[in-house]
Nanobody, 120 residues
Framework: QVHLVESGGGLVQAGGSLRLSCAASGIIGSINNMGWYRQAPGKQRELVAD???????NYADSVKGRFNISRDNDKNTVYLQMNSLKPEDTAVYYC??????????????WGQGTQVTVSS
């Protein structure tokens, strides 16, 4: 079994920064993409950023230039550095990993989510 555990959320003032971490643990064969999604109240879950195993990245337009995604393959961990935070960034942030575990194909695993609240 695979578990993803996020940390680093919290309350911050507009213009501030937070760093989220997500560590994958369990029986891990290999990890393909890892990414961060968010869901604000009353809205659908949306992609924030993702990163492939080779390091290429993809960002939502709303966070380009402010957020940076990175990963440590040795630690099976993905990070999201969030700068210049805005109230509209307030949401529950979820980590997703496309992981091959005990079965011979990849599937998506999700973390439990971490709350990010940006006050104006």
């Amino acid at each position: 079994q695979v578990h993803l555990v996020e940390s680093g959320g919290g309350l911050v003032q507009a213009g501030g920064s937070l760093r989220l971490s997500c560590a994958a643990s369990g029986i891990i064969g290999s990890i393909n993409n890892m990414g961060w999604y968010r869901q604000a109240p009353g809205k659908q879950r949306e992609l924030v950023a993702d990163i492939r195993s080779g390091g290429s990245t993809n960002y939502a337009d709303s966070v380009k230039g402010r957020f940076n995604i990175s990963r440590d393959n040795d630690k099976n961990t993905v990070y999201l550095q969030m700068n210049s935070l805005k109230p509209e960034d307030t949401a529950v942030y979820y980590c997703k990993g496309n992981i091959r575990s005990t079965i011979p194909w990849y599937r998506d695993y999700w973390g439990q989510g971490t709350q990010v609240t940006v006050s104006s």
